[in-house]
């Protein structure tokens, strides 16, 4: 029988990484908060993204900053330059932003207004220029190539999908934002 490695034999998937699984601390234990970050940081790493950039944003679910770079670093225990290269990931995704602190020089960062929201406008805006592609490959590619086209063809519809349900969900989230 062949079944995949992540799946058992009755179809159901198991979490390929047992860190991920979520452990329960009691109510106000500071241990929660440093497990929260860790598995963040857990969580973006079995998504394509660096590990310190998920403990960051766990850094700043928690405690929402303004913190400077080499605060972070002390905080999270990294190096400043780890520090610079991720949350410019994550601004570059809009879950934090610049800010600057009166009569201070440095570079702060908070959480920003509303980053799940900005999450999904930021994956939206990059499914829509995959459309462009796909709509210029589906016009310049020969009509003859019948495979290529179908395959081109549910690849747009894929985005299609897409592009109108985060569309629909956005509408949601923000629907909700604004009466909370």
Do not use: K
Request: cysteine-free; proline content about 4%.
């Amino acid at each position: 029988m062949n079944v995949d490695q992540n799946q058992d034999v009755t179809g159901a998937y198991e979490e390929p990484d047992s860190q991920l699984q979520v452990q329960e601390s009691g109510p106000g234990d500071p241990d929660g908060v440093t497990r929260f970050i860790e598995q963040m940081g857990l969580s973006a790493q079995t998504d394509g993204v660096p590990r310190i950039a998920g403990r960051i944003f766990g850094y700043f679910v928690i405690n929402g900053g303004p913190i400077s770079f080499t605060q972070l670093a002390q905080e999270l225990q990294v190096s400043r330059a780890s520090v610079s290269t991720n949350v410019r990931i994550l601004a570059s995704i809009g879950f934090i932003e610049r800010v600057a602190l009166p009569g201070d020089r440095q570079d702060y960062y908070q959480l920003a207004a509303s980053p799940f929201l900005r999450m999904i406008e930021s994956y939206l805006l990059r499914m829509q220029r995959m459309q462009g592609i796909l709509g210029a490959a589906i016009r310049n590619i020969p009509q003859d190539m019948q495979d290529t086209h179908q395959r081109l063809r549910q690849m747009d519809h894929f985005y299609e999908v897409a592009v109108r349900s985060n569309r629909q969900l956005l509408d949601e989230l923000g629907r909700s934002e604004d009466s909370a």
